[in-house]
């Protein structure tokens, strides 16, 4: 028995010894919002010996280890030294706080204003604040001016509402979500993208192509997230009065207050109108409306480090009024009536969110999240003689369990999510009410080697009451090939109820008929769409006569199952709903020039290609109002050092669109007709900001610089209750320049 213990021993002896002869860790970091993150470069070494290391660019080290080693010594610039009793050599997870002792600490670095990391599986496209500030930016939809991997155009010649695209697709395809949980969807997709201020906004995430399961099934060509200002960190006061020569007139303003140490709160105020009547292209027709928009938020954060807990709480009131029409329309006595064509669009929402984080503090790498949030959206409408009212209720919760398999190279995400939808929607006479809500659960493994691979690899079960039983799987795979170097790759299938009238609202500002020609689906009569994106994206920075530059090459493809067809073709006096009989897709290639000319001069250089192509009663065709071909350039530049005590900025963006396929208009009468296609196009924008100081700066700035408008953007406009009338078909700019000026003042 002896001689087997000694075996035993003498067979696990080097195991013992390489055990105890190293010694792994990490140097954690925790933000203000609770995140849990490793800290690159952090110094590690045994206290009275020279035998140290470094953390690598994740926070893992590993050091040489002795029975005598009792102290280890964490060191970073800007965090507090912090020495650890070692009585064993077992993984340690070291937490890092930052010195609250130092005067002042300066960190020279660049961070770029939009960003795609090299380290991320999936294809990320990063919009900090400094981007927002290049453009007028009074809204989410005009956030991605200067951006080119979204699309901008308006949505019709009335209501001057712009719509995005995104490989090709507009925003129902795209998962629209507020800090993780989806915010612009069902009645909101028309104009939910106005209802978030450009100045409420931190960062904007734009994902390309299949987006992460654990944040529903919805996401088709991609996602956009939206990060707030936290009250934790945000300016005390913030001001930024906006106007513009066509007679908007905006007004921001935020107060943050420290309630206690672990309580903070912000409140938001956003207000906008326009009073003034402009037609600038004399067909009697307001070219933007007339409006006016009240938007508050109170939004509160709770931070407990200590205890591992962060929360954040947001309550918010919209109100939001449209008029538009003829210029001489006056909605007291000429509403539903043929004494003169207007519409109003008035809204009404109330919605709420709150998110817990708690980060187990013996095992920093598991936490567990919930989300909550519920809306109630109201929408009283006409368009001329139509009348849409739609009232929409939404409550959606998510629980998310992080943590990992074996070690920290391995991660996993797994939970349960739950939506309830109710839609109160008439349509003239017409009720389309119905309810919907689904429970499912999702689980996805990540894997990154901390060097040249990483994968994210999800899949989700869903139980919907009208959408039926079925499975998400998406998987995004990174690849470093070599320095600066990589390459990623991604699959994915997304699922979604069309709300086909909250969704193409222009077409109720036209004569046309809406038709739904198909009756066995559960919503409007119609399927569920369903579509797999696959793409393939390459990402190369290097240096260029001594400057930082970097290309990226994307081709994205989106190919349906089923897709609710919203055909135009047909006749230009109706539009068509139903479900897909044969092909229909959106191939996308994006090329991509990021190089700093100069110190401080930045030049942004885009080309995309669309096939965007459709089955459609009339046979195979390319998507009308989508150019096969868009150009993109942006040149920006920031002094460094004060000119007459003050900085300056200044922004140019150029965007060029090729040739447009039009709807048929053939069968109308001569005067209005349209051409089967629209010759190409050039935008320019620009922006000069002086900052005085980190406190105030004043901005002017243009839009449209040419002048260039579309010729005729209302068919009928001289008979608009007759069978040509259309405002649906936009493919140009209404207005022509657009001018503005404002300020920023924060304390």
């Not at 769409?529 to 190369?540: D, K, T």
Request: include cysteine; hydrophobic fraction near 35%.
């Amino acid at each position: 028995m002896k001689f087997t213990y000694i075996k035993i021993i003498i067979i696990m002896l080097p195991f013992l010894l390489q055990a105890q002869t190293e010694m792994k860790g990490m140097a954690m970091i925790k933000s203000e919002d609770g995140k849990v993150s490793g800290l690159p470069g952090a110094t590690v070494y045994w206290l009275g010996t020279n035998v140290g290391t470094t953390t690598n660019n994740k926070g893992w080290f590993t050091i040489k280890y002795k029975p005598e080693y009792k102290k280890l010594v964490f060191s970073f610039v800007g965090y507090r030294t912090d020495t650890v009793t070692v009585n064993e050599p077992t993984e340690l997870h070291h937490f890092m706080q930052e010195e609250g002792t130092l005067d002042e600490v300066i960190l020279k670095g660049e961070k770029k204003n939009t960003a795609v990391s090299y380290l991320q599986s999936a294809n990320i496209v990063t919009i900090n604040e400094g981007e927002l500030l290049k453009a007028a930016c009074c809204n989410l939809s005009e956030s991605f001016e200067t951006n080119p991997s979204i699309d901008v155009n308006f949505s019709d010649a009335l209501t001057g509402t712009k719509q995005i695209r995104l490989l090709g697709l507009t925003s129902p395809y795209i998962l629209i979500a507020q800090e993780n949980i989806p915010s612009v969807r069902g009645a909101s997709q028309a104009y939910g993208l106005t209802f978030t201020p450009g100045t409420w906004i931190e960062s904007i995430q734009i994902t390309k192509g299949a987006g992460s399961v654990v944040n529903g099934y919805e996401s088709i060509a991609g996602q956009i997230n939206t990060e707030l200002k936290k009250p934790y960190n945000d300016d005390k006061f913030f001001l930024n009065a906006y106007a513009n020569l066509n007679g908007r007139l905006e007004l921001n303003t935020q107060f943050s207050q420290k309630v206690s140490d672990k309580w903070h709160t912000s409140v938001f105020i956003h207000g906008n109108q326009r009073t003034v009547k402009v037609d600038k292209n004399d067909d009697n027709f307001l070219d933007i409306p007339l409006a006016e928009q009240i938007n508050v938020m109170n939004r509160w954060q709770y931070t407990d480090a200590k205890n591992g807990f962060v929360s954040f709480i947001n309550f918010r009131y919209l109100k939001d009024d449209k008029q538009t029409g003829e210029s001489d329309f006056n909605p007291r006595t000429d509403r539903l009536t043929t004494n003169s064509y207007g519409s109003e669009i008035n809204t009404e929402r109330f919605d709420t969110s709150a998110k817990l984080g708690y980060v187990f503090p013996e095992t920093p790498y598991q936490s567990l999240g919930f989300q909550v949030a519920y809306s109630a959206h109201n929408q009283d409408s006409y368009f001329g003689l139509n009348q849409y009212e739609i009232n929409h209720k939404s409550a959606y919760s998510n629980l998310i369990f992080n943590s990992i398999l074996s070690n920290t190279l391995n991660k996993f995400k797994t939970g349960i999510s739950f939506t309830y939808d109710a839609y109160e929607e008439l349509v003239n006479s017409t009720d389309f009410s119905r309810n919907e809500n689904s429970v499912g659960g999702f689980f996805e493994y990540s894997y990154d080697n901390l060097d040249d691979f990483s994968l994210i690899a999800g899949v989700r079960l869903d139980i919907h009451n009208l959408l039926g039983t079925f499975i998400t799987p998406r998987l995004h795979i990174r690849y470093a090939p070599w320095d600066k170097g990589v390459l990623r790759t991604s699959v994915g299938r997304g699922k979604r109820s069309a709300n086909i009238f909250a969704e193409n609202q222009a077409f109720f500002a036209s004569s046309r008929q809406l038709n739904i020609l198909n009756t066995d689906g559960k919503i409007y009569g119609l399927n569920p769409e369903i579509a797999w994106n696959y793409g393939i994206s390459f990402l190369q920075g290097f240096n260029l006569f001594g400057k930082k530059a970097d290309v990226t090459l994307d081709f994205y493809s989106t190919i349906f199952e089923n897709q609710v067809i919203v055909d135009v073709d047909q006749s230009p006096q109706q539009v068509l709903f139903y479900d897909l009989d044969g092909d229909s897709y959106s191939n996308n290639f994006q090329a991509q020039l990021n190089y700093e000319l100069a110190k401080n001069v930045e030049l942004r250089l885009a080309y995309k290609y669309y096939d965007v192509k459709t089955d459609y009663l009339k046979g195979k065709l390319q998507k009308a109002l989508i150019p096969e071909h868009r150009f993109f350039a942006n040149v920006s530049y920031e002094t460094t050092k004060k000119l007459n005590g003050a900085q300056w900025r200044f922004d140019y963006t150029f965007n060029w669109l090729g040739e447009q396929r039009l709807p048929f208009t053939g069968s109308n009468p001569i005067e209005d007709r349209l051409p089967e296609n629209v010759p190409s196009y050039s935008l320019m924008n620009a922006q000069v900001a002086k900052v005085f100081s980190s406190k105030f700066e004043v901005y002017v700035g243009g839009e449209n610089l040419t002048g260039y408008t579309q010729e005729n953007p209302i068919l009928g406009a001289e008979n608009p209750f007759g069978p040509t009338f259309d405002s649906s078909i936009v493919y140009a700019p209404i207005l022509g320049n657009m001018y503005y000026a404002g300020l920023r003042f924060k304390i």
